[in-house]
């Protein structure tokens, strides 16, 4: 099955940093690979998502790249604000089964 | 609906009791899933359904973990003799199901505490 690593676990920046999470899978079918934000309690929350014929994406502060060769994905977020603080997930959902494997998420810490 | 809703929201359980978790999914979405959290870790799959016949199971830890969803809508996910070890948050997620996409919404959870 799909195995997803994601680095690093806690990532701490300073408000108006960029902040950069990574994500590596291991199933070459995998063709969706969305990103969710979870903030304490509270449920995981699409922020942006890529497909396989897409190498790159970018919705306002945050961006995904995708390198379907490497097997690496990574999730760019500019200009942190303190309201970015939450745990981040990629996942990685190969196309046949429709179901995403998580990775063990990154705790992103905005500092004002 | 207008999104994944759960219920209960919360329940702490003795040791050996029974529990059932509900999931009613988005309105129309016919795939359905069923995730388990743990503290500091992401979601771990352990059912998928599609439509009323669960797809791939095979994420179910053992046989004490079922799941239904008789009318392709409502799903209820069943925990027999439950363990100290099944504490977690029971995250339910649907999707349209369909090869244009497969963004899966989770719902709120239901927070398990076995005592």
């Known amino acids: 099955g799909e195995n997803v690593e994601q680095h690093p676990s806690t990532l701490s920046v300073q408000e108006g940093d960029s902040a950069v999470i990574k994500c590596t899978y291991s199933?070459?079918?995998?063709?969706?690979f969305p990103w969710y934000k979870q903030e304490l309690g509270k449920r995981p929350q699409l922020i942006i998502d890529i497909r396989s014929n897409v190498g790159e994406k970018k919705d306002q502060r945050i961006a995904v790249t995708l390198n379907k060769t490497a097997k690496h994905f990574s999730l760019h977020i500019t200009e942190t604000q303190p309201e970015d603080s939450a745990v981040y997930f990629c996942?990685?959902?190969?196309?046949?089964?429709?179901?995403?494997?998580f990775g063990r998420g990154t705790s992103l810490i905005v500092h004002p | 609906g207008a999104g994944v809703s759960q219920t209960p929201s919360n329940k702490v359980t003795e040791k050996g009791k029974y529990v059932e978790l509900r999931c009613d999914p988005i309105?129309?979405?016919?795939?359905l899933y069923w995730y388990r959290q743990s503290l500091g870790q992401g979601p771990e799959f352990l059912i998928y359904f599609q439509g009323t016949g669960a797809a791939d199971d095979s994420g179910l830890p053992n046989d004490r973990f079922f799941a239904v969803r008789p009318e392709g809508s409502v799903s209820t996910l069943k925990i027999q003799r439950t363990e100290r070890g099944d504490s977690a948050v029971y995250l339910c997620?649907?999707?349209?199901?369909?090869?244009?996409?497969?963004?899966?919404?989770f719902g709120e959870g239901s927070w398990l505490t076995v005592v």
């Open positions: 996942a990685a959902s190969p196309g046949g089964s429709y179901i995403p494997t």
């Open positions: 199933d070459s079918a995998s063709n969706y």
């Open positions: 997620a649907s999707s349209r199901g369909d090869s244009s996409g497969n963004t899966i919404y």
């Open positions: 309105s129309g979405h016919t795939a």
